[in-house]
């Protein structure tokens, strides 16, 4: 019997899943969007996007109108479809080990609502091991399922455009899984690269964490030139021009979000904390605020001041704030600042952000944390400004 449809997106209504959805559903597939929280599910369907994703608002209103996107709740739908992507990963804890447990216990959850003969796609980044774990558990519970693991790899608030144009990752745990992860997501990426499960686990863990490390190189450089008086900027500029084997240094920043850092520290805990590049990257990058800070209370006096960030966001053109270093400044500056005010144009849920306007007027220092372009031309000549991204012109005044 055919299935009702074709896909199925576990953990649907998030950053990875929703987008995931709306491209097989453009593609003509009936697509199953499965997530526990009721209420994102129902912001969905009634056509509201529950985050920023380019392009997503008028593709969303367009597939509602096909009828080819369903939303639930109930776990007992899962039957109905024939391949199953998780979008569940492996998060970290507060001893910065993986922790698996999400994912066991999803599929613990899952199991009793699977049929035979489904093709089930591990999605989301994995601790190297965890898909053959997965193979594993399925074989020992009597349900012969293809297993493959398919990392998605796109840019977040890109990923409509970005599967279009970037090479998918397919693993599976045997031919038929291979080929049938293959198939299906030949219908949304231009090409496929087969690989071996594990090997397309690490193959995701090394993009975020050599990302994560090149950003360390140039956050260490910045601080470097900054402590030696030195507009780093002009350095990069003339190690840059004419120049292409240095092209790809990014400009300093705070780097942070839902991936990078957690998936270095996956390997660093695969490797037994011996992953001396990752865990030199995570010092450099989470002290960046912190040397800020110590900057600022060299040259100043804090308890006296009001202190203001811009962009709450952990990066650029982005709503999302989760592991975003602007709260690490936040709190740290709260214990030395007389006042910390915050404000972003685009994170709704944060109850203490205030209007731009009330954050520049009463502000000692502005510390730039998320070069929004919302804040490109913004009158703050008089102010002091910390804006290690060299996003405004020389002429304000910076420490």
């Not at 999803?106 to 796609?121: A, E, G, S, T, W």
């Not at 231009?190 to 950003?215: D, H, T």
């Not at 390997?267 to 800070?293: D, K, M, R, T, W």
């Not at 919302?374 to 910390?386: E, S």
């Amino acid at each position: 019997m055919k299935a009702k449809y074709d896909v199925c997106v576990i953990g649907g209504a998030g950053h990875i899943g929703l987008p995931l959805a709306l491209a097989f559903a453009e593609k003509n597939l009936n697509v199953l969007v499965y997530d526990i929280n009721k209420a994102a599910l129902e912001t969905i369907a009634s056509g509201v996007m529950p985050f920023s994703e380019e392009g997503a608002d008028d593709l969303l209103t367009a597939m509602l109108k096909t009828n080819r996107l369903d939303f639930s709740a109930n776990i007992h739908e899962i039957n109905k479809c024939e391949n199953l992507i998780v979008t569940i990963g492996t998060p970290i804890d507060e001893f910065m080990n993986p922790t698996v447990s999400a994912m066991t216990d999803c599929f613990r959850d899952l199991r009793p609502h699977m049929r035979n003969d489904q093709l089930v796609v591990l999605r989301s980044t994995v601790y190297p091991g965890v898909t053959n774990w997965l193979a594993n558990f399925l074989k020992e519970t009597g349900l012969t399922c293809d297993v493959a693991f398919c990392p998605e790899r796109i840019v977040q608030g890109f990923a409509l455009k970005e599967f279009k144009s970037l090479p998918q990752l397919v693993s599976g745990f045997s031919k038929a899984a291979e080929d049938r992860a293959a198939n299906l997501f030949s219908i949304i990426a231009p090409s496929v690269v087969r690989v071996e499960p594990m090997e397309a686990e690490f193959a995701k863990l090394f993009c975020n964490a050599f990302r994560y490390i090149q950003f360390a190189v140039t956050n260490q450089f910045y601080m470097i030139c900054d402590q030696a008086g030195v507009d780093y900027y002009k350095v990069l500029k003339a190690m840059k021009e004419n120049y292409p084997r240095i092209r790809d240094v990014p400009t300093a920043g705070f780097t942070a979000g839902p991936c990078l850092f957690k998936d270095t520290m996956q390997l660093s805990a695969f490797c037994q904390n011996q992953f001396s590049l990752g865990l030199s990257a995570v010092q450099v990058n989470e002290g960046l605020p912190l040397y800020i800070v110590k900057k600022l209370s060299t040259e100043h006096d804090l308890s006296k001041m009001t202190v203001g960030l811009l962009g709450m966001a952990f990066k650029p053109e982005s709503d999302d704030r989760r592991s975003s270093l602007s709260y690490k400044l936040k709190k740290v500056l709260t214990t030395q600042a007389r006042r910390v005010l915050t404000t972003d144009p685009y994170v709704e849920d944060d109850s203490e952000l205030v209007p731009l306007e009330t954050v520049i007027e009463q502000s000692d220092v502005l510390i730039l944390c998320a070069p929004h372009k919302a804040y490109k031309d913004l009158k703050i000549d008089k102010k002091i400004v910390v804006d290690v991204w060299n996003f405004y012109p020389k002429t304000a005044v910076t420490v």
